[in-house]
Each structure stands twice: as C-alpha cells, then as structure tokens.
C-alpha cells in the first residue's frame, strides 16, 4: 500500500532550527512535495523534491533521499508566522498525490 | 502567479437541503480540477478528479451521485453536495492544474461547510 508518515506534532522556539521528517511508500515516484496549511486555509506550496539532495529556498529547505524513501522540511530563524500543519506529500506513479496527515508545529517565544 | 478562488468561503445549511460549491481558476485554464476534503486535524482527502468536458473520476468511497462534479469549462468546476447530513460538515478544497506538468496544482482558499 501507499503511506506517507510525519510526526503528528512538534513544538520549537521562535529563532531556533526545526527539522520534520517524512518517510514515504509510493507505487512508483515522481516526487516530494511539501505544503504550508495555517488552520482553516487551504495549503500553500511550498517546495518539490525529485531528485537526492538538498533544495534550499530562503528560510525553508527540502531535502530528499529517495533511496531511503525520506525526505524532511528544515526551517531556520522561526518565526511565528511560522505555526501550522506542515504537509508532506508523494507523487505517485499515476501522478496522483499521496498526502500525509500533516506536522503541526507550534512555535514558542 | 495562478490563483484559485472558492466561493463560498463558508455555507451553512439545513439537512436534505443541497450545497453548490465553485471552484475558479483566475488566470489560468485549467485542464483538471481536484476536490479534497479535509476533516479538523486530519489531512487532506481526495474526493475526485475532474477534466475538462468529461466525467468526474471518483476515489473509491466517495459517492458520485451524492458529490456532483461538474467541470463544464476550463476556468470551472463546480462540487454540489446533494442531499446533506450533519456529517457531510468539513472543509472542502478544490486545487487546479493546466496540465503539464500535472503534478503542479494549485489550491483555493476552501469552503467551509456545516449542515444543522
């Protein structure tokens, strides 16, 4: 079967680092993507992954090992703008998403 | 860049009583439209995917003729809940891509539904 897994819950501290991870099982792969979704919006893009390595963009980096079916979301100098769930989501084969069920993550003063 | 729009942004209505949601590309022709839903804390769904000009393609469990997709043009689809009940209540989304590359869509800002 087809699953993408995130920890359900993370809490930082305004100006630290965190990193979530996601490990993926997809009937095929063409992809990586993660999603911001503050609560009660709708996601907002945030990057793609298809080939290994890193993909740095501002204060958001993504990374992905598709040997290892792993791929994590890194977010420097938080802010607290910065508290939502934080999607995870693979790209199967057919093209379809697969989504996760999101890391909520809190940030603290 | 590509904007989606959603109207309404949230409805209330009565049980048995039906729910028309739109789901617009601005700027853009969208060639296939997506319909999620999305319960409080858990992720998204996908309910069905649509082209444009054809039937809707159903995820298995979502019934088709209780969440009626149409997507008559490039720029809209629409999702009309037929006949809603209480636990129809949930956060509908709608995402559309031009196409290629498929993988690319791009979300409206949602409807949130809640059936008394």
């Known amino acids: 079967g087809q699953n993408i897994d995130q920890p359900t819950e993370m809490t930082a501290t305004e100006g630290a680092i965190v990193q979530i991870n996601c490990t993926y099982q997809t009937s095929g792969f063409n992809g990586l993507f993660w999603y911001q979704q503050h609560a009660g919006e709708a996601p907002t893009f945030l990057s793609y992954n298809v080939l290994d390595g890193l993909e740095e963009k501002g204060r958001f980096s993504s990374f992905l090992s598709r040997s290892k079916g792993y791929s994590y979301l890194l977010l420097k100098e938080l802010q607290m703008k910065d508290s939502a769930s934080y999607l995870c989501?693979?790209?199967?084969?057919?093209?379809?998403?697969?989504w996760g069920a999101g890391t909520k993550l809190i940030i603290k003063p | 860049g590509a904007v989606v729009s959603q109207h309404p942004s949230w409805v209330i209505c009565k049980s048995g009583t039906s729910v028309k949601i739109e789901c617009r590309s601005l700027?853009?022709?969208?060639?296939?439209m997506f319909w999620y839903r999305q319960f409080p804390k858990q992720s998204l769904m996908l309910m069905a995917t649509s082209n444009e000009g054809s039937k809707a393609t159903y995820e298995q469990g979502v019934e088709k003729d209780k969440f009626l997709i149409n997507h008559a043009s490039l720029t809209l689809s629409t999702l009309t809940v037929t006949s809603a009940h209480p636990e129809d209540s949930s956060f509908y989304i709608c995402?559309?891509?031009?196409?290629?590359?498929?993988?690319?869509?791009?979300f409206g800002p949602g409807t949130r539904l809640t059936v008394t």
């Open positions: 989501a693979g790209l199967d084969s057919n093209y379809q998403l697969i």
């Open positions: 995402s559309a891509s031009e196409g290629a590359p498929l993988y690319e869509q791009y």
């Open positions: 700027d853009f022709q969208a060639t296939t």
